[in-house]
């Protein structure tokens, strides 16, 4: 089966590819699972077992055993682990970086990436994402909330631009705001504590 190119960065091979390094190297003292690692990306274990093992053979990832469970992380020795994260930061980052600053926010319900970086993910444009659009739905505080997007651009290298919407307003679609955001693409942000 042939593999679709990764959309949001030309130097890699696949979306999975980029996801599964967005994991572990926006997060760098971490460990993961292959089976988390594979969720996250929304791949088969056997996909993500391969991306991990040509990582490992370039050895811009290690791994630990604990009992039969295979540990990864990034390796942070590697001489190309600024650049890598870099890269990653600017492409796949926002999938990584946002959902560990928001779960902890009292009132939100769902987070969305949406606009020109969920376009581009979901192959609807060419256009390279400036900034990061995240939508809030619930009622979140709006400090909080910049608190963490303040956060997510330092270690993004990018703006991150907030919008918010209650939860009444997105399950009823009774704005023209959610009805405009609801017929473009978007991506869920898991938000598991």
């Not at 969305?112 to 060419?126: E, H, I, K, P, Y």
């Amino acid at each position: 089966m042939k593999v679709a190119a990764a959309k949001l960065s030309p130097l890699l091979k696949s979306d999975a590819q980029g996801l599964i390094l967005a994991e572990l190297f926006m997060n760098p003292a971490e460990f993961f699972t292959i089976t988390h690692l594979a969720e996250f990306a929304g791949v088969s274990l056997p996909t993500a077992m391969r991306e991990v093992d040509r990582l490992l053979d370039g050895q811009l990832v290690i791994q630990k055993a604990v009992g039969r469970a295979r540990l990864i992380q990034a390796n942070r020795q590697h001489l190309l682990f600024d650049s890598v994260s870099q890269i990653i930061a600017f492409s796949y980052g926002p999938a990584a970086v946002l959902p560990p600053l928001l779960v902890g926010l009292d009132g939100i319900d769902h987070a969305f990436l949406f606009g020109v970086w969920a376009a581009r993910l979901s192959r609807q444009t060419a256009a390279a994402p400036k900034e990061v659009d995240l939508l809030l739905i619930g009622n979140v505080s709006r400090i909080e909330a910049s608190r963490a997007a303040a956060k997510a651009e330092d270690l993004l290298g990018r703006e991150v631009n907030v919008q918010f919407a209650s939860a009444l307003a997105w399950k009823r679609e009774d704005t023209e705001f959610v009805q405009d955001i609801k017929s473009k693409p978007l991506v869920e942000l898991t938000l598991k504590p």
